[in-house]
């Protein structure tokens, strides 16, 4: 029998362990019940024990770096990926000079690029400790990104139904965190499928709760539902009462952290929704999430920025001022830009761009800048510029698109946001429309 200095031998240590963490869970009944009716979330799961929880929380700090060294990566490889895109779509728009080999070739490197951007884009977004940035959208697009993004990880045993309406009104979300609540919901599904595979059905429609529905309890009102059902392993009752509890999983360390649903939980209650769970035991389960729908009209007079109408007349070549701290951006606009009629001033040093607006701020139609650079960031420089001439337009181009808000480009007086990494027709469009001139590739 192991004894160790103090004299308790093993076993006896583990009995005394074993009472304490007894006498512990009596304590958090006590307090459970001595609170709020609803302490599902922030109740401590059964197993509750101090090594764990902090073997889970290490886990949890690793991943945050692991989130941060993938965001580094993404962020590079969104400016590589700007010339390569911009590239490719320049090749194809003069596809009459090549034979259909070639062209199928630039076709795939063009396709293959834009999905990559997509997934960098995603990449960006999670790895990024953003403030939440809840914002008009329609979940169905967020649905197609994420499963998109899914894909490759899904076995091919899984198939995927979605029922979803294109048209389905908007909601107030933050799309990361839309991200975030259904690929948690959908990786659970595909576990819970295991090895033999299912269906997993994804769908989404405007639900109305009355009064007088029973609806699960859900709160009166308009809602658009998003449903994610599954033909896995179902759940028992007593799963089920745990399964909102942070650090709750029946995967076992290596397959879980018990982080998802909780997560899951709290975005969707601090959207003013409702999460409800049916599940049946060798079945299969459902989730379904009840999103407040956000009105139509108030949409429009959010998306409607300021002096949005002002025309300017061009009549001469466009000048424009393109900053960016990466010499590869700089020079890949400059051609495309060029290519697309107009003269362009390329600087690396935002300082000293606006020193040379300064200089001369007639000569300019428009300013593109970049968002995050060294010395001084774009929407600073943006004011700054405004300060010498008010009415000149600029664009702000940006890897971090979901950092802009419409508060803030109204503020500073930033027209357009070109997401990076932007392709020929958004910036032709764009240029179009806020300096009302024609152009096009030469
Ligand atoms: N679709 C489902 N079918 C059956 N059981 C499920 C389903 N979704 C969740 N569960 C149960 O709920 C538990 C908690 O889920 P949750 O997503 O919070 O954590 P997890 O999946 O175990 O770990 P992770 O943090 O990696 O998501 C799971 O361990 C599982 O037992
Ligand atoms: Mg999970």
Redo the contacts with the bound molecule.
Sequence with gaps: MSQNTSGITLEQRIKELEYENAALKQDIVKLKNSRSTDTSLFSTPADFNEIEINERMAQAQKLESLGTLAGGIAHDFNNMLFPILLNAELLLLKSSAYDNETKESLTQIYENALQAKELVHQILNFSRHKKIEREPLQIQNCINTALMLMKSGIPRNVSIKKNVDPNTPYVVADPTQLHQIIM??V???V??MGESGGVINVSLMPVNVSQSDANDGVKPGNYICLSVS?T????SKE?MS???EPF????GKE????????V?YSIIKDMNGDIKVH?QLGK??E?KLYFPEFSEKRLVSRLQTPAINEKIDVVHQIHILFVDDEDTILKVAKSILNRLGCRTTTMIDPVAALARFKKEPLTYNLVITDLYMPQMNGDCLAEKIKEIRPDIPIFLCTGFSDDITLDMMAQKGIRAVLSKPISIAEISDKIEKFLNTKISVT
């Design positions: 948690n919901l990786s659970n599904s576990h819970a599954d896995g392993s179902g759940m799963v745990h399964i909102f709750y999983s029946t995967k397959n879980g952290t018990g982080i998802g649903l909780s899951v599940s299969g389960t989730f």
